[in-house]
């Protein structure tokens, strides 16, 4: 047992599930590998009932400096919603060659989402890969009854705060309290 507990230990990788305000909102996928972070788009977010298939659109490696990244960039908002890590299930242990054949199964190991996933990749031509990722019938997928996940945790796993208060936080003088005090010296 204790063997099992320190393969899975050096097995695993950091995960990130990141909630992102572009041009529309949509979660943004990441696994660490080969000291890069794979990355797929989710417009829908992920899915966490079994069998439920998302959309997931490949996009470029990010870097791994950037896995726990929240604030407001370029492009938008961006919420850590999840981390944890990650390890593929024993038989997709040959990450590059899943890649290629385009289908990974693997354990999620978050803070909200766990067990068993699946990612099939659907599109190879499109301008973009297009993929599906699908929650594993496991203990810890959602009953149909139950409310989304997205609904019931919608708030960063880092800070607590949404989206509207990462914006706020992120846009506001950073030395406010710094300038009022100096202002009340000066008088």
């Known amino acids: 047992m204790e063997s099992e507990v320190n393969r899975r230990v050096l097995c695993q990788r950091a995960y990130a599930m990141k909630k992102h305000r572009a041009t529309r909102l949509h979660y943004d996928l990441r696994l660490e ?3 890069v972070l794979l990355s797929w ?5 992920p ?5 439920v298939l998302r ?8 870097r791994v400096a950037n896995l726990l990244f929240e604030g407001v960039h370029e492009t938008g908002p961006i ?28 354990t999620l190991y978050g803070e909200k989402l766990k067990g068993g996933w699946m990612l099939a990749r659907t599109n ?11 929650k594993l019938a496991d203990s810890f997928a959602e009953s149909t ?8 945790q919608p708030n960063s796993i880092r800070s607590g ?14 030395n406010k309290c710094a300038r009022q005090i100096k202002l009340f010296d000066e008088n």
């Open 161 to 174: 705060r949404t989206m509207e208060e990462i914006v706020r936080d992120w846009t506001r003088p950073k």
């Open 55 to 62: 959309e997931a659109i490949e996009m470029e490696d990010h």
């Open 33 to 35: 590998w080969n000291g």
């Open 47 to 51: 899915g966490y009932r079994a069998g």
């Open 124 to 134: 190879r031509n499109a301008p973009r890969p297009v993929w599906r990722l699908s």
């Open 41 to 45: 788009a989710l417009p829908e977010g």
């Open 79 to 106: 919420m850590l919603w999840d981390r944890g890590t990650w390890e593929p299930h024993p038989e997709f242990e040959d990450i590059e060659s899943c890649l290629r054949k385009g289908i990974l199964r693997f």
């Open 145 to 152: 009854t139950d409310k989304s996940i997205l609904e019931e």
